[in-house]
T-cell receptor, first 115, second 114 residues
């Protein structure tokens, strides 16, 4: 069955430093997509980055990069040069390709950026 | 380019009442999904609508129902409200539903059931 695991309930990082948020997933499908979303205290889910299961290169979007290790079924989010505005909840999510219309989410990691 | 919009922002109901939440998808998107996010948890998939039909449903009782209109906007209805229905309800829209498609979320409706 599909499952997303985020083992870090909370993380602290110093401003301007890099931080890695962990995500592992479980699926029997060969085709799937992996997503990271940011949720500030306002509640809106903000799309950050996407990685397809067949993509050979790690996805990057500005200060965000996704460290995709397919054999280990991990999709860690790396935020470089952290900013105070990065303080938020971060969710890893997955959608399977074979008739999978739903997206499943992990429990999330709360990131605190210290000045 | 308007993003996903939801109304109302906040809602307070009492047990046993019924509620309707509304969602307008991002311009050009034809698929709408609804999620329930309880406090401190990740969003849980309720169902998805495409071409005015429910295409897939998560593990939610029949008290949760929905509708999609010809203009792709959508409603989520919850009957016989329970205290446990208190949550943030998120609507997400996308153009196509494949594994590669990105969903964009609205700001959510926070429902409190007393």
């Amino acid at each position: 069955a599909q499952k997303i695991t985020q083992t870090q309930p909370g993380m602290f990082v110093q401003e301007k430093e890099a931080v890695t948020l962990d995500c592992t997933y479980d699926t029997s499908d060969q085709s799937y997509g992996l997503f990271w979303y940011k949720q500030p205290s306002s509640g809106e889910m903000i799309f950050l980055i996407y990685q397809g299961s067949y993509d050979e290169q790690n996805a990057t979007e500005g200060r965000y990069s996704l460290n995709f290790q397919k054999a280990r079924k991990s999709a860690n989010l790396v935020i470089s040069a952290s900013q105070l505005g990065d303080s938020a909840m971060y969710f890893c999510a997955m959608r399977e390709g074979a008739g999978g219309f739903k997206t499943i989410f992990g429990a999330g990691t709360r990131l605190f950026v210290k000045a | 380019d308007a993003g996903v919009t939801q109304s109302p922002t906040h809602l307070i109901k009492t047990r046993g009442q019924q509620v309707t939440l509304r969602c307008s998808p991002k311009s050009g998107h034809d698929t709408v999904s609804w999620y329930q996010q309880a406090l401190g948890q990740g969003p849980q998939f309720i169902f998805q609508y495409y071409e005015e039909e429910e295409r897939q449903r998560g593990n939610f009782p029949d008290r949760f129902s929905g509708h999609q209109f010809p203009n792709y906007s959508s409603e989520l209805n919850v009957n016989a409200l329970l205290l446990g229905d208190s949550a943030l309800y998120l609507c997400a829209s996308s153009l196509e539903v494949t594994a590669t498609d990105t969903q964009y979320f609205g700001p959510g409706t926070r429902l409190t059931v007393l």
